[in-house]
């Protein structure tokens, strides 16, 4: 197969030259995360794509007032190109279709490049994928919106499946020797009418995060260890199709007007996903998922996160309703903390848990969950965290618990500990627990109120009674490297002190001691 690579050369600008890699898609248009970007007003956002296939170099124009012409004529769809071909979008200057000649060789050795990513064997061909998911859909009619109604998921993907098998067997798709037409087809349906490769790595227990970043690159962490993994999904459009099967349940919308969001799986995994212009990756999408089991201070203390008598201490704090602060970096545990203590609670007590994603697992019977909104398409409608934890006071709690404290709702919560609600419990991302009370006193001022800096302090110093510090160790490993008493105030300075901490072994982060 020709390796060929794009010309294009704007006006008193450097010449572009874009590589074309095989079995590869490419946007242009006048979004900066195309491909191949073109700063004109005639140029619409994603214009026209390209695709590199087997048989060569195919065209398709998707939007814009003005036309895609190759070599002069409008066309819709056109291939294969041959070199020399003349593209233009709209009044841009002409795309010029060109050979990629080899590089010449230097005679001074050059140094060694970086190693390429590994072959991708978990992935059937993406040419073949996309053209039984093609077929798939033109023969199911997915965008007709009453198949979607009428069909369960699970009735739908046995559609989609038996569909699948008929277009095989009936020869309308040839498969290349050695393909397996069982595992294609298991790839095509999921992406089809499912989550695509993320379904073989959510039935993963080892996975704890799963990081798609395109549609052609997926990170996996184990063991607090991220890894390449072996997968990835057929097209960006595929990706963009499971995000709306994501996100469409809870009614949530994913566009230019609304690029990020929040979201959940019915597993309880967490999901976050950023979609160009704000991503010029592609699609990315992050997924914190949560083991199946419930981790106890037993089992953290099994697997050395902390000492059993740090464990000890912290079960006769959440007894006697002492109120905790859980600080530290993203993925230290700090919500698998704040489960494992949450089993400490009677279970006679009513118990509110406020979070932006419902990711906490409570095992108490009496335990009511409240969750955010962010606003709607006319932008109205939002409901914060804090304005949860003010309607939370009047639910008759008997403690709170805020999955995370971002901003204003700080106030809030001090207040609510202040006033009867002892025994609640927060996380809150800082390095250490003398960090922690500053982004406390910092959030509160985002109330809005204007309250004296020693007010605050004040506030912090008769709320807050422990701090537990989590960090992350460079083997992947989370311990809790510091338990911290709220000692009141001396002067303008918050008195802290330490109760435990862990002593790391010199030159190695990751062993040590708990003293």
Not at 242 to 266: F, M, N, Q
Not at 358 to 386: C, F, M, W, Y
Request: charged residues 25%.
């Amino acid at each position: 197969m020709n390796a060929y690579q794009l010309r294009y050369s704007p006006p008193d600008n450097v010449p572009v030259q874009l590589a074309l890699n095989p079995t590869d898609s490419y946007e242009l248009g006048s979004s900066q995360s195309a491909d191949l970007w073109l700063d004109e007003p005639t140029v619409a956002r994603r214009h026209a794509v390209l695709e590199v296939r087997d048989a060569g170099v195919f065209i398709e124009a998707k939007a814009g007032r003005h036309p895609v012409r190759l070599n002069g004529e409008v066309v819709r769809h056109a291939g294969p190109l041959a070199v020399g071909d003349e593209i233009r979008l709209g009044d841009a200057p002409a795309i010029h279709l060109e050979c990629q000649l080899p590089p010449i060789e230097d005679a001074v050795e050059a140094p060694p490049s970086p190693s390429p990513l590994p072959i991708d064997h978990a992935t059937p061909d993406p040419e073949l994928c996309r053209q039984l998911q093609e077929a798939i859909g033109r023969s199911l009619d997915l965008y007709r919106r009453n198949v979607l109604e009428t069909l369960s998921p699970k009735e739908l993907r046995a559609e989609a499946k038996a569909t699948a098998e008929g277009i095989i067997n009936d020869g309308d798709i040839r498969l290349p020797e050695g393909v397996s037409a069982e595992e294609l087809i298991a790839h095509v349906v999921a992406e089809t009418v499912g989550l695509g490769p993320i379904e073989t790595l959510l039935q993963d227990s080892a996975v704890s995060e799963i990081m798609v970043n395109g549609h052609n690159q997926i990170f996996v962490e184990r063991e607090g260890r991220i890894k390449l993994s072996p997968f990835r999904f057929s097209s960006a459009h595929s990706l963009t199709q499971v995000l709306d099967r994501i996100i469409s349940p809870i009614g949530r919308r994913l566009d230019e007007g609304s690029p990020l969001v929040d979201a959940r799986l019915p597993d309880g995994s967490r999901v976050n996903a950023v979609i160009p212009p704000l991503s010029l990756n592609g699609p990315v999408v992050t997924i914190r998922r949560f083991r199946d089991d419930h981790l106890d201070l037993t089992a953290l203390t099994q697997s050395q996160a902390l000492s059993a008598e740090m464990a000890h201490f912290l079960k006769s704090c959440i007894e006697n309703h002492r109120n905790l602060l859980i600080s530290g970096g993203t993925g230290t545990g700090k919500t698998t903390l704040l489960n494992a203590l949450s089993a400490c609670i009677d279970r006679s007590e009513r118990i509110i848990t406020i979070e932006d994603s419902a990711e906490l697992k409570l095992q108490q019977d009496h335990v009511i969950t409240l969750e955010s909104r962010p606003a709607n398409i006319e932008g109205s409608g939002e409901i914060t965290i804090r304005d949860l934890v003010r309607n939370a006071l009047r639910m008759r709690p008997d403690r709170i618990l805020i999955g995370e404290c971002r901003g204003g709702e700080a106030l809030d919560m001090l207040q609510a500990m202040n006033t009867g609600h002892d025994g609640s419990l927060t996380t809150a991302h800082a390095n250490t627990p003398r960090d922690a009370l500053a982004r406390l006193e910092v959030m509160a001022l985002m109330a809005g109120m204007d309250l004296p800096a020693r007010a605050i302090k004040e506030q912090i110093a008769s709320a807050i009674d422990v701090i537990v510090q989590l960090s992350r160790m460079p083997d992947g490993s989370r311990k809790v490297v510091a338990i911290t008493e709220v000692d009141g105030m001396e002067g303008e300075r918050i008195l802290l002190n330490e109760r435990f901490v862990f002593d790391a072994e010199s030159g190695h982060r990751s062993t040590g001691s708990f003293t």
